[in-house]
């Protein structure tokens, strides 16, 4: 089974600290993804990977950064959090290249308040 | 604009009954249809995909769903619930010819299961 685990499930930190959410997939998987869930608007990408030292940006990349050293480890960064970056952040891995047609394997997510 | 549209945003369900869920989606082209479950405390998980052919799509769990090209919608269905049913439900769109990266989401539909 393809397992994407992500660091922490629940995360408070406070205005203006940097904040990084960690993403291990362990099944050699091409892509990597960040999403945001927010209740009512369903997921919507912040960055998106699809090799290593390679990220494309998503809907909404603001406030955001990432980072892919290594195949298996995709890692979100906000540089100084706000309260608005208060949400569900989803990690998620594909095999193939065809994004868009491929399945998405899905770690828990980090519940983050910031305060 | 592409969308995707999930009307209902809390469907209540008796345990044992039959469920549909509906998605509605916007896209000119082939669409690519995706339904994820995201139980309570769990990644999302795929259930079922269409792509193309048969139109009635069996899935994980004893899920189907019907893609209808005239009515642009593809709902979830279940014969009988079950109490570890209850979750939240997502239907996604991918499509060739799109960006290659991006599926795009519905807001959720969460299905709440009476005793």
């Known amino acids: 089974d393809v397992k994407v685990t992500q660091s922490s499930r629940y995360l408070v930190k406070r205005t203006g600290e940097k904040v990084f959410l960690e993403c291990v997939q362990d099944?050699?998987?091409?892509?990597m993804f960040w999403y945001r869930q927010d209740p009512g608007l369903g997921l919507r990408l912040i960055y998106f990977?699809?090799?290593?030292?390679?990220?494309e940006k998503g809907d909404i990349p603001e406030g955001y950064s990432v980072s892919r050293e290594k195949k298996e480890r995709f890692s979100l960064i906000l540089e100084s959090a706000s309260t608005n970056q208060t949400s569900m952040y989803l990690c998620?891995?594909?095999?193939?290249?065809?994004?868009?047609?491929?399945?998405?394997?899905f770690g828990p997510g980090t519940r983050l308040t910031v305060l | 604009a592409q969308s995707v549209t999930q009307p209902d945003i809390h469907i209540t369900v008796s345990e044992g009954a039959s469920l549909e869920l509906r998605c509605n989606y916007s896209?000119?082209?082939?669409?690519?249809l995706f339904w994820y479950v995201q139980s309570p405390g769990q990644g999302l998980q795929l259930l079922l995909k269409y792509f193309s052919g048969d139109t009635l799509v069996q899935g994980i769990k004893g899920f189907e769903a019907e893609f209808k090209r005239s009515q642009s919608s593809f709902n979830l269905r279940k014969p009988s619930v079950h109490w570890s049913d209850a979750a939240e439900y997502f239907c996604?769109?991918?499509?060739?010819?799109?960006?290659?990266?991006?599926?795009?989401w519905g807001a959720g539909t969460k299905l709440i299961i009476k005793p």
């Open positions: 998620a891995s594909s095999f193939t290249l065809a994004v868009s047609t491929d399945t998405q394997y």
């Open positions: 990977s699809y090799d290593v030292k390679m990220k």
């Open positions: 896209y000119g082209a082939t669409p690519y």
């Open positions: 996604a769109v991918g499509a060739i010819g799109r960006s290659n990266y991006q599926l795009i």
């Open positions: 099944m050699d998987h091409e892509n």
